[in-house]
C-alpha cells in the first residue's frame, strides 16, 4: 500500500530536456578524415566545441584538419581517443571490430558515440546486414567493456554537414544507450548543432533497428533527390 508520505518522498521526475554542459568537453572522432567525420567535426567545432580528429595515419589527419579549420586538430586514432572526452566512431562498418578492439584501453572510461551503419549494397539498394552482436553498437559495447557506449548520429547527410552554406541541420538524432548519464550527454552533443536534436531512443538491444534505417532513408534520399533527415513528432 502506497502512503502519501511515500509519494511525497519520491524524488520530482527528471525534466528529460535538462541535459548537461558539454561545452568544455573535448570530441574526438574515429576516422575522422571520412565524409561523416569530417561533417561531424566541422559542424561540432563550427558551435564551439574542441575537437580532434583521428586516423589511421597521423598526417591525414591532420592534412584534414587543418582544412576543416576553427581549431580542429587531428591525430592518429590511438592519441584521438586518448585525449578526448567523448569519442564518436564513424570509421566503415568492414572496419569497425578491429579498429575498437585495438583501441580498448585508449577508450576506457570515456564515452563513446558509435554511428556505424552496417549496410549491403547491390542492384536493389542498400539493405539492413545483421552483425553477429545484433548491432554495431552492441559490437561496440562487448568489444569495450570498461567504456561509456552509446550510439547516435546514424541518419545525417554528411553533405549537409559538409556544406558551409547549410546554416541548420534539420533533424533530430536518435540517441541510445544504457546510462542516462551518458545518453543526456550525447543528446547534449547533439544540440550544440543548429538545427539538431537530441531524443533518447532507447537502449542498446534496440540499436539494430536505427542503424537499420538509414537503408530506407537511402531509398528516400534516391527516389527523392533528397539529403533526408528524421523528426520525432510529439516530444
Ligand atoms: N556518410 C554518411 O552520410 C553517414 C551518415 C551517418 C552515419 N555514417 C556512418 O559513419 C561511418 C563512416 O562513414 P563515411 O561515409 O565517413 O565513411 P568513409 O569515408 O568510407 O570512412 C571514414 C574513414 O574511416 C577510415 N577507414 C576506412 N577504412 C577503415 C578500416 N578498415 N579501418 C579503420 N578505419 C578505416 C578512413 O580514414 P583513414 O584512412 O584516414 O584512417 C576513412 O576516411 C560509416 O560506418 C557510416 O555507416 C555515415
Known sequence: ?????????????????????????????LGGTGDQGRGLAYRLALAGQKVIIGSRAAERAAGAAAELGH?????????????????????????????LASLREELAGKVVVDCVNPLGFDKKGAYALTPEEGSAAEQAASLLPDSRVTAAFHHLSAVLL????????????LVLGEARADTDLVQALAQRITGMRGVFAGRLRNA????????????????????????????
Do not use: F
Open 1 to 29: 500500500m502506497t502512503t502519501t508520505d511515500d509519494h511525497a518522498q519520491k524524488p520530482p521526475r527528471k525534466d528529460p530536456w535538462e541535459l548537461p554542459d558539454v561545452s568544455g568537453l573535448v570530441v574526438g572522432v
Open 71 to 99: 581549431g580542429v586538430e587531428g591525430a592518429d586514432n590511438a592519441e584521438c581517443a586518448r585525449r578526448s572526452d567523448i569519442v564518436i566512431v564513424a570509421v566503415p562498418w568492414e572496419g569497425h571490430k578491429a579498429l
Open 162 to 173: 559538409q556544406d558551409p552554406d547549410v546554416e541548420s541541420i534539420d533533424t533530430d538524432v
Open 208 to 235: 539494430h533497428q536505427v542503424e537499420s534505417l538509414v537503408a530506407n532513408l537511402i531509398s528516400v534520399n534516391r527516389r527523392y533527390k533528397a539529403h533526408a533527415g528524421l523528426r520525432v513528432t510529439d516530444v
